[in-house]
């Protein structure tokens, strides 16, 4: 468990609440539109940045907080991520803001409410790197530059 501090930006944030995990099991929080009217979203209009009314810091450089599409959302009206995932690092403590893009190609608009449930952030670890500059790497891999699809289609092989 990780301690994040929450700033409300917004004050209809706390007539919504700050954001929520759906179910006991849940990864991620569900983040609100905190918006004063609602905003359309045309198909395949460029992407519109959505408050959510809240500033997080989460102050230790082992964690990263992740915003993801709501699969409802996202599978059935369209509704997905412009950046297709947004990275909060632990040091960041500004408004965060939802990339929110219709990726129907002739559907419907999507309107978002004030209010709405639009995207869900989801806190993980994070190692970070020591970058160690070689000519040769140490052992060879059997993909090695194997670029876009050379480890196969998906289809599954007999056994």
Request: net charge negative; glycine share 14%; aromatic share 6%.
């Amino acid at each position: 468990m990780i301690d994040v501090q929450v700033k409300i930006l917004n004050p209809k944030v706390r007539d919504w609440g700050l954001p929520a995990y759906g179910s006991d099991m849940a990864a991620g929080l569900d983040l609100y539109a905190a918006i004063d009217a609602p905003e359309t979203v045309a198909p395949q209009a460029p992407a519109v940045l959505i408050p959510t009314g809240i500033a997080a810091y989460i102050g230790d450089p082992g964690y990263v907080a992740m915003i993801y599409p709501r699969s409802g959302l996202g599978h059935k009206k369209g509704l997905v991520l412009g950046n297709g995932t947004g990275v909060i690092d632990a040091d960041y403590q500004g408004q965060i803001f939802v990339s929110a893009w219709n990726r129907n190609p002739t559907g419907e608009p999507i309107t978002v409410q004030p209010g709405d449930r639009i995207a869900q952030l989801v806190i993980l670890p994070v190692k970070r790197a020591t970058l160690r500059l070689v000519t040769d790497f140490e052992t060879e891999s059997v993909r090695g530059a194997g670029g876009f699809g050379s480890s196969g289609v998906g289809t599954p092989t007999a056994a």
